[in-house]
């Protein structure tokens, strides 16, 4: 809107100002409008969801300005059916990911924390540009989480807070270290290049987490922990593919459990209590 030119004060333009955001129905705090659907064409079901914020800051004199901004979410389903991917169409984590399998490790956090107060969801997977959430069962309907999820993750990037708190970053790639022999350094390349990103594409991830007398241990996270296709994945896929070019490779086993639990069984005990 225009504020009126004619007003002889700043003072009379600011009171003109606020009579007409008035008379539009807004209030000078930022609200979220009512939520809009569309189906959206992809090769995988999916959603739009449209958010505006409408944001009146003061400025000079205490003349408000309107600033608007839009959001759109997609949805995709991925071959977990307790697992939806959230695309909000910004940077998430930007590089690497981030694994949240409960309310202990969500801590780390604001976003994953906030999303584990809604009941029903059992876990959260950050991406470069995706969220995973997870449900705790069949008997939870997508329907009653989809507009508390959505809420959650406008609400969160429109504050603009990092993340990841303090000092977190996300895990990248499976990095190489000094002593890792020639064979284990062609694992990780090829999980880094030829697997992961199309675990990511279904809303999950996979790390790399020892490799001992021909056999590879490997943590699923997001869509694919507790994927009912994951076994099949490991074996006929990773498996397989791993065997092909590198001849050492014997099989693949799933690891479980956080990163903590795996050195510290008093973390694991943590989580039981908390």
């Known amino acids: 809107f225009k504020l009126p030119m004619m007003a002889s004060s700043v003072r009379t333009v600011v009171r003109q100002s606020r009579r007409l955001i008035g008379a539009?129905?807004?209030s000078s705090r930022s609200v979220c409008t009512t939520p809009l659907y569309a189906s959206h064409v992809t090769s995988q079901a999916a959603t739009v969801r449209k958010a505006t914020w409408r944001r009146w800051p003061t400025g000079i004199g205490g003349a408000q300005m309107v600033i608007s901004r839009s959001m759109f979410i997609q949805v995709q389903s991925t071959p977990n059916p307790n697992s939806l991917k959230f695309v909000p169409g910004v940077s998430v984590l930007g590089t690497g990911t981030a694994d949240?399998?409960?309310?202990?490790?969500?801590r780390r956090s604001p976003l994953a924390r906030q999303l584990f107060k809604i009941d029903g969801v059992k876990g959260v997977f950050f991406g470069p540009d995706f969220i995973t959430v997870t449900k705790s069962g069949e008997e939870v309907d997508w329907q009653v989480?989809?507009?508390?999820?959505?809420?959650?993750?406008m609400d969160f990037f429109a504050s603009q807070q990092p993340i990841l708190s303090g000092e977190e970053e996300p895990s990248a790639t499976n990095d190489t270290e000094s002593d890792d022999n020639e064979t284990v350094t062609m694992i990780k390349e090829l999980l880094d290049t030829r697997i992961r990103p199309t675990v990511q594409e279904d809303g999950g991830d996979i790390v790399y987490k020892g490799f001992h007398d021909g056999i590879v241990k490997l943590k699923l996270q997001g869509s694919c922990t507790s994927c009912p296709s994951s076994a099949v994945t490991l074996k006929m896929g990773i498996q397989n593919m791993l065997q092909f070019y590198i001849p050492e490779v014997k099989s693949v086993e799933q690891v479980w459990g956080c990163g903590p639990c795996l050195q510290d069984t008093t973390h694991t005990l943590a989580h039981t209590k908390g």
């Open 145 to 153: 989480l989809k507009p508390d999820i959505f809420a959650n993750i």
């Open 100 to 106: 949240f399998s409960n309310q202990l490790e969500a």
């Open 24 to 26: 539009l129905g807004f």
